[in-house]
């Protein structure tokens, strides 16, 4: 079973920029892949996802032109570089990864009905 693990998360004023990276045990290069967060009091949320098997992203509304998610297969890391970063952004972030075979073209939905496996989370405070 892939295991997850989140790490980069920090205190940092608005306009800042944070890396957040998840390792993974195993790294499948046909599956999707997400960031997801969870504001304090708020429901978890989609933030961006990348289909491993190709290029496709989808992004948040809230964080278009200012996130990029990311992956290095060699090493079976995931990234989130966020940058701009705004007090509405804090929140525990987890790395999530799906459970089906997803064809190159997919554009992975930020659902989290498609996500089994998820990370422990890594938490990201922006003060204004």
């Known amino acids: 079973q892939v295991q997850l693990v989140e790490s980069g998360g920090d205190s940092v004023q608005a306009g800042g920029s944070l890396r957040l990276s998840c390792q993974a045990s195993?790294?499948?290069?046909?599956?999707?892949m997400a960031w997801f967060r969870q504001p304090p009091g708020k429901e978890r949320e989609a933030v961006a996802t990348i289909n491993t098997a190709g290029t496709m992203t989808y992004y948040a509304d809230s964080v278009k032109g200012r996130f990029t998610i990311s992956q290095d297969i060699a090493t079976n890391m995931l990234y989130l570089q966020m940058s701009s970063l705004k007090p509405e952004d804090t929140g525990l972030y987890y790395c999530?990864?799906?459970?089906?075979?997803?064809?190159?073209?997919?554009?992975?939905?930020?659902?989290?009905?498609?996500?089994?496996?998820w990370g422990q989370g890594t938490q990201v405070t922006v003060s204004s």
């Open positions: 195993v790294y499948y290069t046909d599956r999707c």
């Open positions: 999530a990864a799906g459970y089906a075979t997803v064809g190159r073209n997919y554009v992975c939905p930020g659902s989290s009905q498609i996500f089994r496996t």
